[in-house]
């Protein structure tokens, strides 16, 4: 009888374990359904410069319908409201429930707010399209607003967090406000654009030269850093910091890091400070039949430490899936997870940017690691587009 498998989200885990197990069963062995909340697949590396407007929409968020189509996959979009693995059932808002023989858990990692006061409330953060789009607005907005009313709470743009994610907006923002403020006829001089980091440094994850040459060329283009001072409340025109100081702002992009999702936490499986737990086959730890791809599992390298929740690693989960749920199913040797990594590159706006690339860690810096993220990028649209026979 046909299987059923059951893939919860469609970020880069939950679609290429949908390829991936499409690979491995034929139409008659298995029905594949995919659930995702949005309608597109969305490119969530290149986020930042459709926040800044550096982009269009249909360069990062690629219709499910149309990626899935003749491929004999299932697509619902829809909210999933709960998972009970007790009795392998999924329920979505709209009431809808589906079941599953195999289920593969993507659903992706939330934004963590660590408990900081006002900041969900009060912050904007950048997740989705939809996400950034708010973010692209609002900046035009406050532009446009201290055009007529001089408030420098209008001109000042906090951006609260500097991993990849915060470093990576700053920079698009520090490229293309200068165009927005010419529109609205205001002196990028008069604007204020900050990023804030807790710990003594940003982009931990560079060499100290990496580091500075990176701060370096966005302090160029107007960035103020502050670091080793974390924010410790928000308002609606205010931010504060743990040194005790204000800044006046209506505008804080949240990007200061990323938690376990609450569904995948709460459903029963068994899970690592909100992640779930996977063997090196990337089954759930406590229950076989539930798979896990992307950042809502914690996969331990070899040292014991976990690996960082990134596009790269969600990718490769997502591709071992489908062939290893076909072998659990079947009751043949399943293959353990082995991830390889290409490095990590940060873009800082449009041609700038800084790299560790290769197994060596050879560093990248200016306009060849900018190129070499663009690339990437490009191989991984070349790689789905592959994958999937499609022409945009
Ligand atoms: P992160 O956790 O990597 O960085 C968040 C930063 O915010 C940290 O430096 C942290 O010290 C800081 N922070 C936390 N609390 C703070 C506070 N109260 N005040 C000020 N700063 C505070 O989160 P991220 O940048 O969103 O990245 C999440 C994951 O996604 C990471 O694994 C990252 O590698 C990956 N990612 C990769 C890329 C890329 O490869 N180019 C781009 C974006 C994200």
Aim: glycine share 10%; aromatic share 6%; hydrophobic share 40%.
């Amino acid at each position: 009888m046909s299987k059923h498998i059951l893939i919860l989200g469609s970020g880069y885990g939950g679609l290429l374990s949908a390829l991936s197990a499409r690979e491995h069963f034929s139409e008659e062995e298995a029905v594949i359904t995919v659930v995702n909340k949005e309608s597109s697949h969305q490119i969530m590396t290149e986020l930042h410069r459709l926040a800044a407007g550096n982009v269009a929409e249909k360069a990062v968020a690629l219709p499910l319908d149309k990626l899935f189509k003749g491929r004999g996959i299932q697509v619902k979009v829809g909210t999933v409201q709960e998972i009970a693995v007790g009795n392998k059932k999924v329920t979505l808002h709209d009431g809808s429930a589906l079941t599953y023989d195999i289920l593969v858990l993507a659903l992706g990692s939330e934004t963590n707010y660590f408990g900081i006061p006002g900041l969900k409330e009060h912050s904007l953060t950048l997740k989705s399209v939809d996400e950034a789009h708010r973010v692209y607005a609002h900046v035009r907005q406050r532009i446009q607003a201290y055009s007529e009313s001089k408030n420098p709470a209008d001109a000042t743009i906090v951006i609260g967090g500097g991993g990849l994610t915060g470093v990576e907006l700053v920079g698009e923002l520090a490229d293309e406000l200068p165009g927005i403020c010419r529109e609205y006829g205001v002196s990028y001089s008069e604007i204020s654009l900050k990023l804030i980091e807790a710990m003594p440094t940003i982009l931990p994850m560079f060499s100290p030269e990496l580091i500075a040459r990176a701060m370096e060329s966005l302090e160029k283009r107007g960035v103020q850093f502050l670091t080793n001072v974390p924010i410790t409340e928000a308002t609606a025109t205010t931010v504060s910091l743990k040194d005790g100081s204000t800044i006046a702002t209506n505008t804080i992009v949240w990007t200061g890091g990323v938690q376990g999702n609450t569904r995948v936490a709460e459903c029963g499986i068994e899970v690592n400070r909100g992640r779930a737990t996977v063997n090196e086959f990337l089954q759930s730890t406590s229950h076989p039949e539930v798979f896990l791809a992307g950042d809502c599992a914690v996969v331990f390298g070899p040292e014991g430490r976990p690996y960082p929740p990134t596009a790269q690693l969600a990718w490769q989960m997502g591709e071992l899936v489908g062939a290893n749920a076909a072998a659990y199913l079947n009751g043949s040797p399943m293959t353990a997870f082995s991830p390889v990594f290409s490095g990590t590159l940060a873009s800082l706006g449009r041609k700038d940017g800084i790299g560790s690339v290769g197994e060596n860690g050879i560093e990248l810096k200016g306009l060849p690691a900018s190129l070499m993220k663009k690339a990437s990028n490009a191989r991984y649209l070349s790689h789905i587009e592959g994958l999937f026979a499609l022409a945009y």
